[in-house]
Nanobody
């Protein structure tokens, strides 16, 4: 079992930055890939970024590529999402999640463990 708790969300102006953190409990954290998803009101939950168990592979949605960076520190059981050059369309509830596998996956159906989410609001 893995329990996930996100933090770091908030209100920021367009062009600003935020860093989200996701703290995981459980000894198996370093065995899993990790991902970030987001969901805006009235929209489907969508993939944002994912990282392999070792951190050696990452993958991003086209909408955030070049602006967001996912990373992890296995010794701290934590995964991060650095978000730069934020846009109003990045406004959403951001979730971290873990699939029961080591390699990167982008489909939300593959993810078993989910956090409660942290709100990111970008004002124009």
């Amino acid at each position: 079992q893995v329990q996930l708790v996100e933090s770091g969300g908030g209100l920021v102006q367009a062009g600003g930055s935020l860093r989200l953190s996701c703290a995981a409990s459980g000894r198996t954290f370093s065995s899993y890939a990790m991902g970030w998803f987001r969901q805006a009101p009235g929209k489907e939950r969508e993939f944002v970024a994912a990282i392999s168990w070792s951190g050696g592979s990452t993958y991003y949605a086209d909408s955030v590529k070049g602006r967001f960076t996912i990373s992890r520190v296995n010794a701290k059981n934590t995964v991060y999402l650095q978000m730069n050059s934020l846009k109003p369309e990045d406004t959403a509830l951001y979730y971290c999640a873990a699939p029961p596998r080591r390699t990167v996956v982008t489909t939300k159906e593959a993810y078993v463990y989910w956090g409660q989410g942290t709100q990111v609001t970008v004002s124009s």
